[in-house]
């Protein structure tokens, strides 16, 4: 069975600072997905990793996947007030199959 | 980009009472599409799969006979909880992914059923 997990699964910091969420998962796999949910909303795709090595960067996030240590990241560089959201990172085995998500990790970011 | 959509996005209903949720591929045919429930502060968890013209696939402890679900045709598929009650409240969010594709499944925006 597919686990993945998140850390942390709370995260409160400064605007200004920079912080780093990671993903784990259990099982071979080379497609990570990283989404963003704002309270009462569904989710915002944010990043797809599909290869070992893969690092994507939009704004002030940045996501890497290292598939030998079945382990992603989520850098988060200079936070500001409007990245405050849970951020969930997703697996799935193989292209179409179901996506396993991790816990979430809820971000607030302070003024 | 494609875009699914859900429908509604809030019910308020009483006890009893068997909703029916809507999911479509608004610019994409997608042969499966899927059911999550996420309680307040959990992740996402897994329904079942829809699946074109067979039946659905439902995750262990999952009651078949409560959470119905038909995929009529490539762009719509259908939830329907029969005689919800208060701990069926949560939202629910469908997904879908174009054929053949390596782009992420796209979410709709979500359901939020409210049982009284």
């Known amino acids: 069975e597919l686990k993945v997990e998140q850390n942390p699964l709370f995260l409160s910091m400064q605007e200004g600072k920079n912080y780093t969420i990671y993903c784990n998962y259990s099982?071979?796999?080379?497609?990570l997905y990283w989404y963003r949910q704002d309270p009462g909303k569904s989710l915002e795709s944010l990043f797809v990793?599909?290869?070992?090595?893969a690092v994507k960067q939009e704004g002030r996030l940045m996501a890497s996947l290292d598939t030998k240590a079945r382990l992603s990241t989520l850098h988060i560089t200079a936070a500001v007030h409007d990245l405050s959201a849970t951020y969930f990172c997703?697996?799935?085995?193989?292209?179409?199959?179901?996506?396993?998500f991790g816990e979430g990790t809820q971000l607030t970011v302070n003024p | 980009g494609a875009v699914v959509s859900q429908h509604p996005s809030w019910v308020i209903c009483k006890s009893g009472t068997s909703v029916k949720i809507e999911c479509r591929s608004l610019?994409?045919?997608?042969?499966?599409m899927f059911w999550y429930r996420q309680f307040p502060k959990q992740s996402l968890m897994l329904m079942a799969t829809?699946?074109?013209?067979?039946?659905?696939?439902?995750e262990q402890g999952v009651e078949k006979d409560k959470f119905l679900i038909n995929h009529a045709s490539l762009t719509l598929s259908t939830l329907t909880v029969t005689s919800a009650h208060p701990e069926d409240s949560s939202f629910y969010i469908c997904?879908?992914?174009?054929?053949?594709?390596?782009?992420?499944?796209?979410f709709g925006d979500g359901t939020r059923l409210s049982i009284l």
């Open positions: 997904s879908a992914r174009p054929q053949g594709s390596s782009q992420p499944q796209h």
């Open positions: 099982t071979t796999s080379d497609r």
């Open positions: 990793l599909l290869s070992n090595g």
């Open positions: 997703a697996v799935d085995v193989y292209s179409g199959s179901r996506l396993t």
């Open positions: 610019d994409f045919q997608a042969t499966t």
């Open positions: 829809s699946n074109e013209g067979s039946k659905a696939t439902y």
